[in-house]
T-cell receptor, first 113, second 115 residues
């Protein structure tokens, strides 16, 4: 079955620390990959997405993610986090002609000032 | 506003009652999705509408759940004879670009609590 796994459920960092959140998917063919973010009290927002082309994707607020096909991974990174990055982060994938997004369970990030 | 809107934002109901949740997609978006987010779990696909095509209902958990989309715009998700396990946040998303370039934009959700 198609699945998305996020390895870190809860992450606590200090401001200026580097961030990497893991995401692995199980699709074997063409895949679209997404990271969404949900700030406290707000709705899900698209952070970045990969459809094709350059495997290193730049998103909003200094986030980036790298698609590594051989590892079935799409890890999210930010070199220096801020307190305002405190949020829930969700990885999602869609394969082939499937319209449904398959979601990871999310990673809760807390950044201490 | 320009985003997806949902109403009500919160709903508390008693077990056995019916509830209706509403979604207004972004104007011009032809695709509309319903998801459910339960505590400690990821988003679960429920149903998908695309234009005038028959909806994909494959994610609906039981026949107590139904949804319709009138005029290709507003959608209503109905849960009949609610159960406590129906308590969750119900999210609606819409998109305009079909195929592999599609990006879904989400509303704020309706938080449903069944007592």
């Amino acid at each position: 079955a198609q699945s998305v796994s996020q390895h870190n459920h809860h992450v606590i960092l200090s401001e200026a620390a580097s961030l990497e959140l893991g995401c692995n998917y199980s699709y074997g063919g063409t895949v679209n990959l997404f990271w969404y973010v949900q700030y406290p009290g707000q709705h899900l927002q698209l952070l970045l997405k990969y459809f094709s082309g350059d495997p290193l994707v730049k998103g909003i607020k200094g986030f980036e993610a790298e698609f590594i096909k051989s590892k079935f991974s799409f890890n999210l990174r930010k070199p220096s986090v801020q307190w305002s990055d405190t949020a829930e982060y969700f990885c999602a994938a869609r394969g082939g002609n499937n319209r449904k997004l398959i979601w990871g369970l999310g990673t809760s990030l807390a950044v201490n000032p | 506003g320009a985003g997806v809107s949902q109403s009500p934002s919160n709903k508390v109901t008693e077990k056995g009652k019916d509830v209706e949740l509403r979604c207004d997609p972004i104007s011009g978006h032809t695709a509309l999705y319903w998801y459910r987010q339960s505590l400690g779990q990821g988003l679960e696909f429920l149903i998908y509408f695309q234009g005038n095509s028959a909806p994909d209902k494959s994610g609906l958990p039981s026949d107590r759940f139904s949804a319709e989309r009138t005029g290709g715009s507003v959608s209503t998700l109905t849960i009949q004879r609610t159960q406590q396990e129906d308590s969750a946040v119900y999210l609606c998303a819409s998109s305009s670009i079909l195929g592999m370039g599609e990006t879904q934009y989400f509303g704020p959700g309706t938080r449903l609590l069944v007592l």
